[in-house]
């Protein structure tokens, strides 16, 4: 995994952009801290923030985070609250942080993301499954027409789940042209490795480092338990659902997409990093959140 000191722009036009809740956050101790150091500061919807062109994105838990890696940004993104595999600060150290980045402190770390396309149109339209950042109108408007087939872009996972309990469908999963598995199963998710510990860690699979430059494969509830797991290249991967006893929803990190169609394969290389800020050994010592991950 890459990582690059974080040089602040030159210019007097820094433009910190906050993503999600404001709830629970010292708004006036942040408007002061960016004040002192000559930048500004602005909070709303995504799509706003990112016509202002920001120098970077303070994203306030794992939706936030989530829809700023779907806007394919090129500025730094420094999470707050965003749960367990990525490295994030805690809300109330949150203007103290701020300070310390715009006194240039701070690693910049490449974290790995999924692109992914579909062979055939998905059914349904896509929606937000999860509501710990805001309403939807939030962040970047992506919402599919019924049947449309455009890439999206994950950065925990990407999953395959049956709609109906107790209905099991035939997946089959090839990393490099190489067929390596078809199974019975509820599901099976790809995860990143900040992905790997959410919903394929709850499914059994391994926890990934953040250097590693490939995913986990995870069945979900297999008919056989002995049913293999996979660590493959995160690049040249394909899902399909070979047998269908029911819908099958294709989801992206929090959003369901739609049904997918069987015998349609799932492509999943890798996309563009996002930049995630780190600490240098500058920040204040208490600055991490809660959250687990493997650098």
Known sequence: MERAEWTRPDDDTTLVGIVGTTDGIDSAAIDRTVTDHDATVVAGPLEEILER??????????TALCAVARADVSV???PVDAGDGVRSVS??????????????AGLERQYSTLRVET???????DSN???????????????DSP??????QAFFDVALVTEEPARISE???TSQGERLAQFRADGVVVATPQGSHGYASAAGGPLLSNGLDAVAVVPVAPFVTQTRQWIVPHDGLELTVERDEGPVTLQ????????????SPISITTADPLSILVPDGEWPTSETGAGTTLD
């Open 53 to 62: 062109s920001p120098s970077i994105l303070v994203c306030v838990g794992q």
């Open 76 to 78: 730094p993104v420094l």
């Open 91 to 104: 809300t109330a150290r949150l203007p103290a942080i701020i300070d310390a980045v715009l006194a240039g």
């Open 119 to 125: 062979a055939d149109p998905v059914v349904g339209s």
């Open 129 to 143: 499954s999860n509501s710990d950042s805001g309403s939807s109108s939030d962040f970047s408007s992506d919402s």
């Open 147 to 152: 049947s449309e087939s455009r890439p999206r």
């Open 171 to 173: 997946y089959s999963v």
């Open 252 to 263: 992206v990190d929090d959003r369901s997409i739609g049904t997918v169609t069987a015998g």
